[in-house]
């Protein structure tokens, strides 16, 4: 199958800098790159999603790129806080899809005061 | 509408034990899916479910078997636990038409 590749593993930031964190891909048929936010102990949940029909997409302080081209697609947090604290997926549509997701490594961002 | 619901919360095994973790969706999806969650491994998927009596393997599915005899309930079972299953297991379901996957709160599982 196809995987996706997450990087930093880690990222440590001062409350108000921005946070960027970059998946990439091999499948060109993939269409859809969702991102997911796990906070300490609770369940993955789903912040932003970007189709391939468009570049970027922004919700309030959270955008995600896509470059189909290079075939990467990234999260970027603005302005950030201590409650973005949490473990971050990308994904990607599985194998056959299904609704099946490929997911990245995840991130573990800390987001100091 | 409680979403997707997963008992138990935590258990521990011990080693050639068996046991059924349980996953319940109210939201009347069709797919389902189980994850398992390990450090630094990401979300890696054991069996999935597209419709009611209908299973298929992930990428992970050794040492597993799922039953869906009713759509809202997708089983996934251990026969003989063993340690490299100790892990963080996840429910997902979706409708299918978006790759929206909506979770459980997770089972922790330790098998000694």
């Known amino acids: 199958g196809e995987n996706v590749e997450q990087h930093p593993s880690t990222l440590s930031v001062q409350e108000g800098d921005s946070a960027v964190i970059k998946c990439t891909y091999s499948?060109?048929?993939?269409?859809?790159f969702p991102w997911y936010k796990q906070e300490l102990g609770k369940r993955p949940q789903l912040i932003i999603d970007?189709?391939?029909?468009?570049g970027e997409k922004k919700d309030q302080r959270i955008a995600v790129t896509l470059n189909k081209t290079a075939k990467h697609f990234s999260l970027h947090i603005t302005e950030t806080q201590p409650e973005d604290s949490a473990v971050y997926f990308c994904?990607?549509?599985?194998?056959?899809?299904?609704?099946?997701?490929?997911f990245g490594q995840g991130t573990i961002l800390t987001v100091h005061p | 509408n409680a979403g997707v619901t997963q008992t138990p919360k935590f258990r521990v095994l011990k080693t050639g034990q068996s046991m059924t973790l349980l996953c319940a969706q109210d939201?009347?999806?069709?797919?389902m899916y189980w994850y398992r969650q390990d450090p630094g491994m990401g979300l890696r998927l054991i069996h999935y479910?597209?419709?009611?009596?209908?299973?298929a393997k992930g990428e992970v599915p050794d040492g597993y078997n799922v039953s869906r005899l009713k759509k809202q309930n997708f089983l996934l079972g251990l026969e003989s636990a063993a340690p490299s299953q100790t892990s963080v297991y996840f429910c997902?379901?979706?409708?299918?038409?978006?790759?929206?996957?909506?979770f459980g709160a997770g089972t922790r599982l330790s098998v000694l």
């Open positions: 997902a379901s979706s409708t299918g038409r978006r790759n929206i996957q909506y």
């Open positions: 499948d060109s048929a993939s269409n859809y």
């Open positions: 970007i189709r391939s029909n468009v």
């Open positions: 994904a990607r549509p599985g194998d056959g899809s299904y609704g099946k997701l490929t």
């Open positions: 939201m009347n999806h069709e797919y």
């Open positions: 479910s597209v419709g009611e009596g209908t299973t």
